[in-house]
């Protein structure tokens, strides 16, 4: 930084002593400074000669360039228009203001009544009378639109920045008004008075938006002036002359909250001036470790009567800069280049000071176009202003305020909550969701940083069905089976304990342990290609804490899992993935097996038929594998091969009514039929007989359902009622699954299939999920060239949702016949800017299926992995792509009966919208939302008899009219918004007309 006082600068009396200069202002081309003096004059300086030395010292490079001496009283305030600088407005001590032009015809001449020669001529084109005592201070709109000037008579005026007729007259100040400044985006005027408060005016209606006095009510009277001033993004005010008891501040105070939360301290006396600097820069953070980190900030300097200049940048508790007493007397005003490189001074001794900065300083600057983008958020257009156009603009901007203080407000809510997790009902898992906290803004602090939450991990309870007799044995024999004879010693498999760590409140935190599904057979089992269910997990009390992961995945668990369940999943046969054409012998069903095959599978226990009367069925069995389950002819020649389940001599699948409902089944021999018991407590509901083995059961308290390994499906009522002859498919199932009314099959060959149980009808008709697989090598039996289904579901409406081993999550559409991606684990939820796009974290399916992805799925995490490092590092981050990702975002939530998310998912497009003002989008989603009016039997092409008013059970036109809130944080849509709110209310008011219709 270098300190510049010309000693040539002033403004002299007729002794040529310097008198006092009460305003300086910089051109907008930063070739000119203007200053305005006790000698009632205005004179026009050569920036260059100011501060280069050489070019001082040059008598060829001129130094004042012109003098203006038409007022009759001292020059209070000088202020050059923006952006190209043709007027010059001079406000005096005489009541009057002047505004100048600069006369480009005129070839120079002397000033009359003295020696000064101009350089250049500039004439007054405007006199502007209204103020009945001294005009202190003036301000230009951002686009010249309008000046605002304020007076010793307690009085603001607003002119026209074109014609310069004046426009309004503000009188709601009960003091000398003496600092005035415009919101750079023209949506407020600040105003600061001896009357100990600041002024927020709204420049729709020019009603006061807010009063703050807090920070004033100690603050001397003495000051010359109270130059305040916005910061360059908007975000904030600067005030002057605030006081802390008896310790001189200036109190900043942030945009819409309009509290002083800030304050800058160190002068030893009042404060006369502030002045924001008017570039942003990207400031380097001092207290990071990164050296490359930076952070948006905004520079802001001070003048006091203490005769020192202080000069702060954001986050910064301490000034970057201080100059003590560069002058003998108060500083008065402040100026800044438009580079920001240099800040002008001026004192009441008469003198002007010039601080020069180096860029490295300050940081870098921030482009013109960033800088509009800044302001854009608070609705300011590089292309004309954009003001309220009518008061349902206004309303909706207010409702908009408030449902953001109230999601704010939320917000700290749920970081101040507990970490406890919540289990939500999703009708395919009970899943645990964990809160993002992550945020982000792009306003700026002083003297204090802003702190960034990070995530908190969420604390995932895992519930395991034990039996009922003795919890550890259960569980010491899961995984252990018999691979011999009876006499043969079984080797047990190690599980490991998961820790729980009890905190003071009593809560419990469980650290999971994945478990792979093993046999201790001598035969070497393949590891499945697909799964229904999640890994067996076996929850012990532990005192110390765990290190380990903490979160654990649950969307492919069922509602409540017993362990005898999650056996019964990762025992499975691989599919082949190079079946010769037609199939091999020992495939077909009724080929025998060789004794050593039977030998090795089978124990010579299980081959008796087991006593399964009530009094020893108190005593739960374990499952075990009895024998590899008969494949179908028809699943040698599919090109669609999923893995098969081995037959259990025992499975169970507890609570089904969410208490206690269970369903059994005991598999015997080959020649033995299979039974099916459905118990509550210690009482038998009903029991049935089948030929087949069973190898998959569901069901909840109205429905029940089985699969044998000969394809056929058997399907009961509450009662043990069978509902339908028995059902026969091509191959026996790979998935079974029940929700409601709807029963899901998928068999081996990749047919899926959907039965409305209720009213007996099937919704899906063996359709193919071979287009899911289509990246699938056939010829290989390489598993990890290969996509695989992870997971098989139906919602509660009947929608089919399947998971394939890389994430991909596909439901089935009804009404198109297709198979429909709704999440794809190569797109990411983050904008350019890091902040979460399409992400709602309330436990919903999407937000369920992404956090899955994020923690590596359950299986080929290899794959997994290469496509989320795709995501990573080719996600489009244009506007138009975000947009697209919500969009089917929204779909998807739709076609999986989401409406929670739906509704979040909803509002992000809408924000979304108003950012990018996609007008075009604009008008088809309020035209949905809307449909037809009492007006017309057709808007927008809807037929009134086709559109349906509500959505997943919600009322669009109430989500209308949500939506048209958030709309509104654009100015730039209001018209349309006004539209589609007049249309929306006129619905609402015609009589007859239902407000949910």
């Given amino acids: ?42 004179k026009l300086w050569s920036t260059a000669s100011i501060i280069d030395v050489d070019k001082a010292d040059d008598h060829s490079v001129p130094r004042l360039l012109c003098t203006l001496g038409l007022h009759n009283g001292s020059v209070l305030c000088v202020r050059w228009s923006n952006k190209d600088g043709r007027y010059l407005a001079s406000g005096s001590d005489d009541q009057l203001i002047l505004i100048w032009e600069w006369d480009r015809s005129w070839s120079g001449g002397s000033v009359f009544g003295s020696g000064e020669h101009n350089i250049e001529n500039w004439k007054p084109v405007k006199r502007l009378s209204g103020h009945q005592s001294d005009v202190v201070d003036l301000a230009w709109s951002r686009n010249n639109t309008h000046l605002a000037s304020c007076g010793l008579d307690s009085l603001v005026f607003i002119w026209d920045g074109k014609t310069f007729e004046k426009l309004h007259k503000l009188d709601q100040h009960l003091g000398f008004v003496k600092g005035v400044t415009w919101d750079p985006v023209g949506e407020y005027l600040a105003t600061e008075s001896d009357d100990k408060t600041v002024k927020i005016w709204r420049t729709t209606d020019w009603t006061v938006q807010a009063e703050i006095s807090e920070p004033y009510t100690s603050s001397p009277t003495t000051t010359f002036y109270r130059r305040l001033s916005w910061s360059p993004d908007g975000s904030h005010v600067a005030t002057a002359n605030g006081a802390q008891g008896a310790v001189a501040i200036a109190a900043i105070f942030n945009r819409g909250e309009w509290r002083t939360d800030i304050s800058l301290v160190g002068h030893d006396s009042a404060i006369e001036v502030v002045a924001f600097n008017p570039v942003i820069f990207m400031i380097p953070d001092s207290d990071d470790a990164d050296p490359n980190s930076e952070t948006m900030g905004s520079v802001c300097a001070v003048g006091s009567q203490d005769h020192s200049i202080s000069v702060w940048v954001t986050r910064n508790a301490r000034p970057l800069f201080v100059c003590q007493k560069p002058f003998d007397h108060s500083v008065l005003d402040l100026a800044w280049s438009p580079d920001g490189t240099q800040l002008y001074a001026c004192s009441y001794d008469g003198t002007v000071v010039v601080l020069q900065f180096l860029n490295k300083e300050f940081g870098t600057r921030v482009s013109e176009e960033e800088h509009e983008k800044l302001l854009s958020k608070y609705g300011f257009t590089a292309r004309e202003p954009i003001i309220l156009e009518s008061t349902t603009q ?60 990070h995530p908190l991990p969420s604390v995932e309870t895992v519930e395991t069905q034990q039996s009922t007799n003795d919890d550890n044995e259960a569980s010491k024999n899961t995984n252990g089976v018999s691979s011999t004879s009876a006499s043969s010693t079984t080797t047990n498999a190690v599980i490991p304990q998961q820790n729980v760590t009890v905190t003071k409140d009593g809560k419990r935190r469980i650290q999971p342990q994945f478990l792979r599904g093993s046999l201790t057979s001598s035969t070497p089992q393949l590891q499945p ?49 190079a079946l010769p054409p037609g199939g091999i012998s020992t495939l077909v ?8 095959s039977a030998s090795d599978l089978t124990s010579q226990s299980s081959n008796k038929r087991q006593n399964i009367s009530r009094s020893q069925s108190e005593v739960e069995l374990q499952p075990s594998v009895l024998r590899s389950s008969l494949v179908s002819p028809s699943v040698a020649m ?13 499975l169970a699948k507890d609570r089904l009514d969410g208490a206690t409902l269970k369903l059994e089944c005991y598999n015997f021999n080959e020649n033995t039929p299979s039974q099916i018991m459905c118990t509550r407590g210690r009482t038998t ?18 429905y029940s359902a089985v699969a044998c390994e000969d394809g056929s499906i058997y399907i009961y009522s509450s009662a043990g009622r069978r509902l339908l002859p028995v059902i026969m498919l091509e191959s026996s199932a790979s998935f079974l699954e029940i929700c409601r009314d709807y029963l899901l099959v998928l068999t081996q060959v990749g047919l899926l299939s959907i039965w409305d149980l209720r009213n007996l009808k099937a919704i899906v008709h063996s359709v193919s999920i071979a287009p899911i697989l289509s990246s699938a090598s056939l010829n290989s039996d390489d598993f990890t060239s290969s996509v695989s289904i992870i997971s098989a579901h139906v919602r509660s409406n009947g929608i089919p949702l399947l998971i394939t081993s890389t994430n991909d999550a596909w439901c089935y559409h009804f009404d198109m016949h297709v198979w429909t991606r709704v999440y794809d684990p190569r797109y990411t939820s983050k904008d350019s800017t890091g902040s979460e796009i399409g992400e709602v974290n309330d436990g919903g399916i999407l937000a369920t299926l992404e956090n899955y992805a994020r923690q590596g799925g359950a299986r080929n995490l290899g794959s997994l992995s290469h496509l989320r490092r795709l995501g990573g590092n080719d996600t489009p981050e244009q506007p138009n792509h975000l947009i697209g990702y919500l969009e089917n975002q929204l779909i998807s939530a739709e076609l999986v009966n989401s409406p929670v998310e739906y509704k979040k998912l909803l509002f992000q497009y809408a924000q979304k919208i108003a950012d990018e003002e996609a007008e075009y989008r604009l008008h088809e989603l309020c035209i949905q939302l809307l449909g037809p009016t009492n007006n017309t039997d057709d808007f927008g092409g809807r037929a009134k008899s086709n559109w349906d008013p509500f959505l997943m059970g919600m009322s669009k036109r109430q989500l209308l009219e949500e939506v048209l809130t958030i709309l509104s944080s654009n100015r730039s849509l209001q018209r349309h918004v006004t539209e589609y709110k007049n249309a929306l209310n006129k619905c609402w008011n015609v009589i007859g007309c239902d407000p949910n219709d």
């Fill in 589 to 596: 069903i009724g080929n025998k097996r060789s004794a050593s």
């Fill in 1 to 42: 930084m270098h300190l510049a006082k010309p000693s040539w600068l002033g403004h002299f009396d007729d002794k040529n002593q310097k008198t006092s200069i009460f305003s300086v202002h910089v051109h907008p081309d930063g070739s000119r400074l203007a200053t305005g003096g006790l000698d009632n004059k205005i």
């Fill in 529 to 577: 290609s697909i799964s229904s269910t999640s890994e067996q997990i076996v929850v012990t009390e532990s005192s110390t804490p765990s290190n380990g992961p903490t979160n654990v995945p649950t969307i492919l668990n069922n509602h409540q899992k017993s362990s005898t369940e999650d056996v019964l999943s990762s025992e499975m046969d691989a599919p082949s993935r």
């Fill in 685 to 702: 509901i009903w029991f049935d007989y089948v030929p087949s083995a069973v190898i998959l059961i569901t069901g909840h308290s109205q």
């Fill in 394 to 453: 206004l309303n909706l901007e207010s409702d908009y305020a408030i449902a953001k203080r109230k999601e704010k407000s939320d917000h700290m809510a749920n970081m101040m909550a507990p970490t406890d997790s919540t289990t939500v009902d999703m009708d395919i898992s009970t899943s645990e969701t964990s809160i993002n906290l992550a945020t982000g803004s792009n306003t700026t602090d002083f003297g204090a940083s802003t702190i960034l939450p």
């Fill in 638 to 650: 599919s090109q669609v091969r999923l893995a098969t389940h081995k037959v259990l001599n025992y």
